[in-house]
């Protein structure tokens, strides 16, 4: 990754932040982002998830 690619993504992640600030942009509380996401299935062979059981 060059400089200039790090200065840009920190450019930006502060734009976000301050948009956050003023409450311009939407942000999700952790049991909203984390609510459903148990239920998902795993269809990746190798993955760990796609062999375990399902809780219920």
Known sequence: MRDSDT???????????????????????????????DDLTYTERRSPAAHSEKRG
């Open 7 to 37: 200065v840009e993504d920190y450019r930006l992640a502060s734009e976000v932040v301050e948009r956050i600030r003023r409450g311009e942009e939407d942000v999700l509380n952790a049991e909203d982002f984390w609510h459903g996401l």
